[in-house]
């Protein structure tokens, strides 16, 4: 089995969130395209960009860690996937920690970071939902070792 090119998997990641949308009400594939925007532009390799278009996947429900076992993926993608997927309950800490232990994916969630926390798109939530992301995604920035950036 040959694994999937880009193409494909940016298809897959456009078809199975293809009826979620964002906190602001916008297509859920606008996010993920600028994530995988963002690992491009810092130099992420094919893995990491295919990792980013499906980081959500799993932790979002539209791929079963099953289906993401049996996807024609690089190991090494899969493994960044399942890093940046939060698990229900997980500390911050233990999040974060798994990120910095998995090759690779700390460039995804560098990339998630920086579009989540873009003040354009914070500026559509409503002040409390803003306030509270902004808090959160500086401890996440905080506990990686990313700065305020």
Same mark, same amino acid.
């Given at each position: 089995m040959t694994d999937m090119t880009l193409t494909e998997v940016e298809d897959l990641a456009r078809r199975l969130h293809a009826t979620q949308v964002d906190k602001a009400g916008r297509p859920y594939a606008e996010h993920l395209a600028a994530v995988a925007s963002g690992v491009a532009e810092r130099r992420g390799s094919e893995e990491q960009i295919a990792a980013?278009?499906?980081? +959500? %996947?799993?932790? +979002?429900?539209?791929?079963?860690?099953? =289906?993401?076992?049996? %996807? %024609?993926?690089? =190991?090494?993608?899969? +493994?960044?996937?399942?890093a940046v997927t939060k698990r229900p309950g997980e500390s911050l800490e233990a999040y974060t920690a798994r990120i910095l232990s998995t090759p690779g994916a700390l460039l995804i969630k560098e990339a998630d970071l920086a579009h989540n926390a873009d003040p354009q798109r914070l500026a559509l939530l409503d002040e409390a939902t803003g306030d509270r992301l902004r808090a959160k995604y500086a401890r996440v920035r905080q506990l990686l070792g990313l700065g305020t950036g």
């Open positions: 980013a278009w499906l980081h +959500d %996947a799993v932790e +979002d429900g539209v791929l079963s860690r099953e =289906q993401l076992a049996e %996807a %024609a993926l690089p =190991q090494g993608t899969k +493994d960044m996937i399942l």
